[in-house]
């Protein structure tokens, strides 16, 4: 499976995402197969698309990739994303149903509360996105 991740990673992130080498200033980094080959180790029951998200997700959340090496690290990194993932699917859970719920209204006849579900969403959806692109999250 590692083998396969490797080759739907042509995107290098931060310097060359998790294979352990050295840089000029000592620093470890590491290349995404290492780290998925360990990820699987973790979660021998994730599939090849968890492991490829959990490879994404750890090395945007993290600052300083090497310091995955440490299994330690590793574990206390995936637990604070897999909390954070599971948040951010039972925010998505609950604001598609009140947004299904709000596609059966007249919009012509929207109140203020359904136009702050509009904007709810759209702050779910945001937080999303920024945990796939590594950015920091936008204050609204």
Not at 9 to 19: D, G, N, Q, V, Y
Not at 104 to 129: E, N, S
Request: hydrophobic share 45%; proline share 4%.
């Amino acid at each position: 499976m590692a083998a396969r991740i490797a080759e739907g990673c042509p995107h290098r992130t931060p310097a060359t995402l998790i294979r352990y080498d050295r840089t000029a200033a000592g620093e470890i980094t590491m290349h995404c197969h290492d780290l998925a080959r360990r990820i699987e180790r973790l979660q021998p029951e994730a599939d090849v698309r968890n492991v490829a998200r959990l490879c994404l997700l750890l090395a945007n959340s993290t600052p300083d990739v090497g310091r995955l090496e440490d299994d330690h690290q590793l574990a206390r990194a995936w637990q604070d994303i897999y909390l954070r993932m599971q948040a951010t699917a039972d925010q998505h859970a609950a604001m598609t149903e009140e947004l299904e719920d709000l596609a059966r209204a007249d919009p012509k006849r929207f109140t203020a509360d359904q136009i702050w579900v509009l904007i709810r969403a759209i702050k779910v959806q945001g937080q999303i996105l920024q945990m796939y692109l590594g950015e920091s999250p936008l204050l609204v």
